[in-house]
């Protein structure tokens, strides 16, 4: 009934039989931060002594809510190395590095003076010192004997009554543990060299025997060099021959060999590897008195991140399967999501083919821990984790009780072929996790599933219940815009030329097909994606199974930027992406891009900032006789020959200098003007983390998190100057002010774009003259602008699979100061609205003539009541600094709160607490701010 940990800064969970609680140096008392050692439970009493790593024994009393210490006692002139409280016992035995044992009160928590010092213990013609004490034990036939092991290789049996040693052996061999057969007649000793001992009290002059259960002879007759055996448990059963179960003692033969344990029964030996460092095992037996037949049943080894329970009572020693999430951290986990109030029946079902898709060879018993019981709430409701993980993997979590209890695993990169070695494009990403989650959308009601990976890849899954053999649908996408890359007007022109709207927007791959090896003429890579989809019919199991994997494709040698933002609307059966480019929107029930945009072409005529180019170059390979800048409003010569003189110098000096920073950025919200070049999209994902230039190696896709779209090798030192005309209102040109500007001369060498950081889709008004809500897509930019999309969706069934989706920009344009990260909905009354859905339907399932599968469709409309349609609806949005409330469809500002001055947000949302409405904010400081919108509403 003993743990022993020798890790510091490490939480580990300590199950026993009676009870079950976390205790780690991170406990709320004490905060000394000292590493926990070693754990010794007062059995059925409720209480728990542990001993730190500073030397300060703590006895905690478990039978209150909150697990407290009721005493501690602090060795001042000596280090703990080993504990032993045996069963029913008053007395705790500690033993030192200076190799004495000092015996404490347990009723009392203080020392009894009753000390056996090492010299004492030993013989006294002995003049070395036998080393720390590294076992404490009490005979089986006597109590009042204590076993004493030292690590230089010496074992004391103390008489604690007579106050004096009965015998005394002495190894050539360092002892890691020792363990007693249940008759008191015979122990165990484990040692460095990989051997272990059996001693007799018959004769304690040698060894009864000395076996080395994984030395091999060699060909020249000797035994080859093993590992220590660092813990040993020898174990008698009624019904079998004993059981000694060991760690450690493996050969030095094999380099990278995994962690194992050995269990010997009889002449039979198995060795079970794991897959993490064992830190502490302990076999549970059939009674608690150590001088009874023992009749192990199973073994619980505890690892630096898994915890596992072996069955002993089978001959292959299965093992239990884990009730208890112990591998949330399996692989690093990159994103989580979190929802609340799901359909009743999600969790049933997840858990359902979950379990059809587990791992077997389990033993068929019940999990052997036992004790503690959960109080759970009467007001639970079904809430549901979804995590995110470096391998690609996704898993399912029910968080409704107290405990995280995984519903169901799907691997993301099942979609994909593996990369081969050598393969050019695996070698020029750079990445050691290619299938890494960023993002997820999950559609609880229609349970559409979608994930963004590193790769710049999306795939959407759909859930069925049935298994089939399906052809994967891959779109390709070409989402990068280059405005430096397009050749500018010469400075003996007055008149730029400009091309005709829309002629700069990114286009999806299928209209341009090229083949998946293409390069430009310079031999960079182009329209390529980053990861090769299956090609062949593919046989998936019951579950989420992938309907269609959309990829962002190479351009000009440059890799796709990933993904910042993404939305769904299993109702509309559309899916919108972005990221610093531009914009995408797929319907994916006809698997085509019916819109692919960059942010500029957004605007239209409305665009509020006046952007002007600086330090322009011409285009690797001209195909047209016109020199026309391309997205660029409000645009004149005379300003472009202006900035290019006058950055002359500084271009210059960034091709030799271009990792010198002259200033760092103060915050993600504070501002820079001074004429240099501006990085609206560099701050997200800095988060006030200092500025680091990349080098002069090519591009190379790293792992950053989502949301945050990174910086980017330019490829000149062209980028872009924003301002606001003059005629905007004050608080226009404070949100100006609002980005971070570096002033540095490498971030001339950067790119300067507007990145696409949140997406909704939402029934709205697209328009100020709009009488009626229509589907609408909400953008939100990394300037602060919100940009509304009205779309026009066919209602027919049939029609909606065969007419196209038209996308219309509306010019409607509302700004904020800082990145904006969160939409949100209320009626007139302050009622939050919630986006329309699909109600699931399981595509695989048999054709039934009576019901033919058509879509449903749930919609919740602004007003309940068509006479007030006219009043309209609330929008609420978020960014990195401040807090908006619109009335829509005209578009007035209501309300504006700004959330912090200190700081800035990193994740908002708009959510129903206590029947109420508002608005909850995360920030960069760790402080969680939630604001009433109730008050808000009652403005209107």
Known sequence: EQVQVKRSHTSYYYISLPTCIT????????RSGAAVLQLQF????????????????????????RPAVLHSLKFNRERITFCHLPFQSKWLYVGTERGNTHIVNIESFILSGYVIMWNKAIELSTKTHPGPVVHLS???????????GFEGGTIVQWDLRAKKADFRIYYDEAIHSVSWHHEGKQFMCSHSDGSLTLWNLRNTTKPFQVTFPHGKIQKD????????????????????????????????????????LTIMHGKAITVLEMDYPIVEFMVLCETPYNNEVQDPYAVVVLLEKDLIVVDLTQSNFPVFENPYPMDIHESPVTCTAYFADCPPDIIPILYSIGAKNKKTGYSHKEWPIGGGTWTLGSHTYPEIIITGHADGSIKFWDASAFTLQMLYKLKTSKVFEKPKPGDGRAAELGEEDPFAVQMVSWCPHSRIFCVVGISAHIILYRFSKYDANTQIVSLEVRLQCEPEDIITPSENENNPCFSEPGSHSPQPHHQYPVSPGSRTPDGARDSIPCLKVKDKMVRVPPGYQSDLVIQLLWVDGEPPQQITSLDL?????????????????????QKTV???????????????????????????????????????????SDSKKRIRTSYQSLTELTDNQQSIDMERSKSPTSDHVNGHCTSPTSQPCSAGKPRIPMGPEGPRLTRRGPGRPPFRKAQSAACMEISLPVSHTEESRENSFSRSRSSSVSSIDRDTKEAIT????????????????????????????VILIPLSIPTDHDERMEDPVTVGPSGAVLMLKGSVLRFGFLDCNGALIQSPYEVWRDLNAP?????????KLVHFSPSSSQDAFGEGHLAVVCSERQAKVFLMPSQSCLFVHNITESSFVLRADVVSLCNSVCLACFCANGHVMTLSTQQNASKN
């Open 847 to 855: 054709e039934d003539p009576d019901r033919p599968r058509r879509r």
């Open 42 to 65: 007062l059995i059925n009493e409720g209480a728990l002594v542990t001993a730190c790593a500073d030397d300060t024994l703590h006895l905690w009393n478990l039978r209150q809510r």
């Open 23 to 30: 205790v780690s140096e991170t406990s709320p008392t004490p």
């Open 758 to 785: 949140t997406l909704q889709f939402g029934e709205s008004y697209g328009r100020k003259s709009d009488a009626l809500p229509t589907p609408c897509l909400w953008v939100g930019t990394s300037l602060g602008v």
């Open 569 to 589: 609307n299993s109702a509309y059966g559309l899916l919108a992406f972005g990221n610093c480019n531009g914009l995408a929107v797929v319907d994916y029930l």
């Open 594 to 636: 019916i819109l692919c945009i960059s942010t500029l072409d957004l605007y239209g005529a409305t665009d509020p900032y006046q952007r002007l180019t600086r330090s322009p170059r011409r285009n690797r390979q001209s195909t047209s006789g016109k020199h026309c800048m391309r997205g660029l409003s409000n645009f004149y």
């Open 138 to 148: 009490d005979s089986p036939k006597d109590e009042g004997k204590l076993l004493v």
């Open 221 to 260: 007759g000797r035994k080859e060099s093993c590992k220590p055996i660092l813990k040993v448990e020898y174990k008698t059963s009624r019904s079998s021959e004993p059981f000694v179960i060991f760690s450690g003692g493996l050969s030095y033969d094999k380099a990278g060999r995994r962690p194992a």
